[in-house]
């Protein structure tokens, strides 16, 4: 089915290691966006990239790096992963801003 | 500042009767919201949407009201069933940009 991607689905890394979330989708759209999800706090945008090429912080950029590295992919960075890090993290992606997202099933991620 | 908010951390229903879910913002320029739904461990799906033109959107069981004068909007789910057992998030696109702001969610649970 048409959709996003995401890789790993569950991952634990201890305190000071270094790991990479994939996202990929094929459904075209020009924006994609990672979310961490916390209790209490909702979806919280990490970075996005509006079209290809193109890279912003969101809310909590602090600690990670992201790339587009064409239309279809956009990966996430932990270069020193901490516990404050603990979270679940979404990938999502959008044709226009109306048309709401489409978002991966998720990235269990635990640092320890 | 929280632009979207969601009081209401959870509810729950009986089968058969209405849900509702409540939805503020403060942000008077967001002219579109979202409602998404969330099952564990899956990503948030798109559920329903209004443009600030409208005071009222429906599909099948699920209706959402927008009072602009509030600044509130209302998601009515008739009659509830167990399977609508799920977090729900309410989003708006932050005005100019490609970024939707997301509530911190309501779990809803329906019970048999």
């Known amino acids: 089915n048409a959709g996003v991607t995401q890789t790993p689905k569950f991952q634990v890394l201890k305190t000071g290691q270094s790991m990479t979330l994939q996202c990929a989708q094929d459904?075209?759209?020009?924006?994609m966006y990672w979310y961490r999800q916390d209790p209490g706090m909702g979806l919280r945008l990490i970075y996005y990239s509006a079209s290809e090429g193109t890279t912003d912080k969101g809310e909590v950029p602090n600690g990670y790096n992201v790339s587009r590295l064409n239309k279809r992919e956009f990966s996430l960075r932990l270069e020193s992963a901490a516990p404050s890090q603990t979270s679940v993290y979404f990938c999502?992606?959008?044709?226009?801003?109306?048309?709401?997202?489409?978002f991966g099933s998720g990235t269990r991620l635990t640092v320890v | 500042d929280q632009q979207v908010k969601q009081n209401s951390p959870s509810l729950s229903v009986q089968e058969g009767r209405i849900s509702i879910l409540n939805c503020d913002y403060t942000n008077s320029m967001f002219d579109y919201f979202l409602w998404y739904k969330k099952y564990p461990a899956e990503g948030p799906t798109f559920l329903i949407s209004?443009?600030?033109?409208?005071d009222k959107n429906e599909d099948g069981r699920f209706t959402v009201f927008l009072n602009k004068s509030a600044k509130h909007l209302s998601l009515h789910i008739v009659p509830s069933q167990p399977g609508d057992s799920a977090v729900y998030f309410c989003a708006a696109p932050e005005t100019g940009t490609y970024k939707y702001i997301f509530g911190t969610g309501t779990r809803l649970k329906v019970l048999a």
């Open positions: 209004i443009s600030s033109i409208k």
């Open positions: 999502a992606s959008s044709l226009t801003v109306t048309k709401g997202y489409t």
């Open positions: 459904m075209n759209h020009n924006s």
